[in-house]
């Protein structure tokens, strides 16, 4: 079979979205790469949808947009970092099971879900900083006014090493941040669920 039927009865755009660094909650549902999507909007599993933009296909179609690429290198790409096997003129060919990415796909993919999320985080406080700064001297100071004072220059840190540091140097960031990503995106997430602009807050001081 040839590399678009190999691949499309193998991977689901879940599984490449997962793959390539997106977190799927319990819905199915990830943040539209297509648009600036603050909130999870695109469904993911056999096929892709986006109620925010539109955005539809399959899992070649969810890659080739993601990495602007060709749809045949798209299909290419897949087969690749999944293992499966394609007979290149076209005939039939026996498709190898999908194998598991390698340390070095996982780093990646833990890395760019990092960076997303503190770089959510930051663009947050700075938000915050400005939205909830007193008004007057003797005016109480809200607490994510609070939180973006003693978070913001930490963060920027953090993206900053992320960006110019050296390999060793991310994968210390990568694992000593990985609890308090999973907390920043489940405190995100409760926030959105209750339909409220204040998320709820989390023990994230240093």
């Known amino acids: 079979m040839n ?3 190999a691949v499309k009865q193998s991977v689901t755009t879940r599984q490449a979205a997962e793959f390539y660094g997106f977190r799927v909650n319990r819905a199915g549902m990830i943040a539209c790469p297509f648009h600036n999507d603050r909130t999870p909007s695109m469904k993911v599993d056999k096929r892709f949808h986006c109620f925010g933009c539109g955005a539809d296909g399959d899992a070649v179609d969810f890659v080739s947009r993601l990495f602007e690429l060709p749809s045949k290198e798209a299909a290419m790409k897949l087969a690749d970092d999944f293992g499966i096997a394609y ?3 076209g005939k039939p060919s026996i498709v190898a099971k999908i194998r598991e990415p390698t340390a070095k796909q996982k780093f990646e993919a833990e890395e760019k879900l990092c960076f997303r999320v503190l770089s959510d985080y930051f ?3 700075r938000a915050w900083e ?3 700064a007193p008004k007057q001297p003797e005016d109480e100071w809200h607490p994510l006014f609070t939180e ?3 978070r913001r220059d930490y963060i920027e840190y953090l993206l900053d090493t992320m ?4 390999l060793e140097d991310r994968k210390a960031l990568v694992a000593e941040q990985r609890n308090e ?3 920043l995106e489940r405190r995100f997430a409760d926030s959105r669920q209750r339909g409220n602009s204040r998320p709820i807050r989390t023990d994230t001081a240093r």
């Open 3 to 5: 590399v678009f039927e």
């Open 87 to 89: 007979d290149r003129n």
């Open 123 to 125: 663009h947050k406080l």
């Open 130 to 132: 400005k939205d909830y």
């Open 148 to 150: 973006a004072l003693q």
């Open 163 to 166: 960006l110019y540091g050296t």
């Open 181 to 183: 990503v999973m907390k």
